[in-house]
């Protein structure tokens, strides 16, 4: 293993680069101290939205309306407000005049090299023999680059103001006429870094011959940092948030209730990517798995606090490290004749995939099958009718429900499922199911999705609050 680390900043952080010069840049260094790290960056809070769509909404920004429209210029539109965007960001984070107009330019020449790669695109398929629907996720890739770019160039520039010797490792490959495969990629661009003397920025983003928008959309900045981490034999990975990674949404239970987790496994990492937390990609962390990499997650402003440290190892004194809840879609699909059939569920699982629609979890029992997902209504539509077509007589139920989980790396021996359902009657809640898979990694509760909030609450009081008050009464004494 190398001496270095490889460090990824995540947009919502990112957007306050200005503070991580105190809080995580240099942390006091100086020197040859100041290196030895490695920073993948990811593009500025709601920058991607505009290029792509909105995370949450669905809005289209530059990618949503070039596939949606022949020949409209709304998309071009789109792209003078990613300019905008970008402007502003570069005039809020750097203090210099020079640093500004280098970095307007920068976004300058993106920006209008990518307006004029779409603008021949859309010439080309106006002739019957091209086809727009072939070029999609080359256009996606193209725009999603830019977001990374822009954010490492101006960290650079930050970083350069106050005497850090920091380079711009662009790995977006832009006006790159190559197709390498990832690692040639990485490879290449480290070859003469000295990581002794110099703190690379590399763009989350890294275009490649595999494609890391196809397989992993917007989570392939994790995916580029563990390979990065992996390839270079780094000693730690690191993913710095804005907060740490704690018992609940401090949100919804409260900042004075929470408990920092401070160490887990692999597996507790998995089981929070399928619930929705991100901790990290499912594929970034088989990467840092693999090559044996411990992964840290620590509060970017919190510089003093060690953060959470996730291995490979399962030991450890059994807890409950994390109630989280996730709003989701009961789909029901009930057939009296299911019982000693072969089939049934292969069919349904067939339809989820072909809609591209997430299953968290699913139960069953003679006559009936429950997946709980999360997708479109159209997509849970079109699922619905697949499975009517196939099973005219089963009887489907859809309908929004919310799943809440204590989860844990070792939970053993600590009657999680019935200490939760004396906490969620005790808090007036009726939970529709409950499943514990064996392994005592999770308990999950599915409860109606009004009463998601106050389920977290009433758990994370029963099984993280009053163990940890305990714990401290058992050291006290």
């Not at 629907?133 to 256009?139: F, G, K, L, S, Y």
């Not at 948030?241 to 496994?265: C, M, Q, W, Y």
């Amino acid at each position: 293993m190398g001496a270095h680390t490889i460090e990824k900043i995540g947009g919502t952080t990112m957007s306050r680069s200005d503070e991580l010069i105190e809080t995580l840049f240099t942390r006091g260094r100086e020197g040859e101290s100041l290196y030895q790290r490695v920073f993948v960056v990811s593009a500025y809070g709601g920058i991607t939205d505009l290029l792509l769509e909105n995370k949450k909404t669905g809005a289209p920004g530059v990618y949503g309306q070039f596939a949606s429209e022949d020949s409209s210029m709304g998309w071009s539109d789109a792209l003078d407000r990613v300019f905008d965007a970008m402007s502003e960001v570069n005039g809020r984070l750097l203090a210099h005049p020079g640093d500004q107009g280098s970095a307007d330019k920068f976004v300058r020449e993106r920006i209008e090299g990518a307006r004029t790669c779409l603008l021949d695109l859309q010439r080309l398929c106006s002739y019957g023999h091209f086809r727009l629907d072939q070029q999609m996720m080359t256009i996606r890739e193209l725009l999603s680059g830019l977001g990374e770019a822009h954010s490492a160039f101006v960290t650079v520039l930050l970083l350069a103001r106050h005497g850090i010797d920091a380079r711009l490792i662009d790995l977006t490959g832009w006006r790159d006429e190559s197709q390498p495969t990832l690692a040639t990629r990485l490879d290449d661009a480290f070859n003469d870094v000295d990581l002794a003397r110099e703190m690379p920025i590399v763009t989350g983003y890294a275009q490649c011959s595999e494609g890391l928008m196809k397989e992993f959309d917007r989570g392939y900045s994790e995916v580029t940092f563990a390979h990065l981490a992996a390839r270079t034999g780094a000693r730690e990975a690191v993913i710095h948030k804005e907060f740490h990674l704690s018992s609940a949404d401090p949100r919804l239970v409260g900042e004075d209730r929470v408990i920092k987790i401070g160490h887990t496994n692999y597996d507790m990492a998995d089981q929070l990517s399928n619930l929705g937390m991100e901790a990290i990609h499912p594929a970034a962390a088989k990467i840092l798995r693999q090559a044996e990499i411990p992964l840290r997650v620590a509060s970017a402003f919190d510089p003093g606090d060690s953060g959470t440290l996730i291995y490979s190892d399962t030991s450890g004194a059994p807890r409950v490290e994390m109630v989280t809840g996730l709003p989701l879609v009961a789909l029901q699909v009930f057939e009296q004749d299911m019982v000693g059939v072969k089939g049934y569920d292969a069919a349904i699982l067939k339809a989820l995939t072909r809609h591209d629609v997430w299953i968290v979890s699913k139960t069953s029992n003679a006559n009936t099958i429950t997946h709980y997902v999360i997708g479109p209504l159209k997509a849970m539509q079109a699922v619905e009718k697949e499975i009517l077509t196939a099973y005219p007589a089963a009887v489907i139920q859809v309908r929004k429900v919310a799943l809440v989980s204590a989860v844990g790396s070792n939970m053993a021996g600590l009657q999680v499922a019935r200490h939760g359902l004396n906490a969620l009657a005790e808090a007036g809640i009726d939970p529709i199911a409950i499943q514990d898979t064996g392994r005592h990694v999770d308990v999950q509760f599915i409860v109606g999705t009004g009463e998601m909030t106050e389920a977290v609450k009433a758990l994370h009081a029963a099984l993280v609050e009053s163990d940890a008050a305990g714990a401290q009464e058992h050291r006290v004494a």
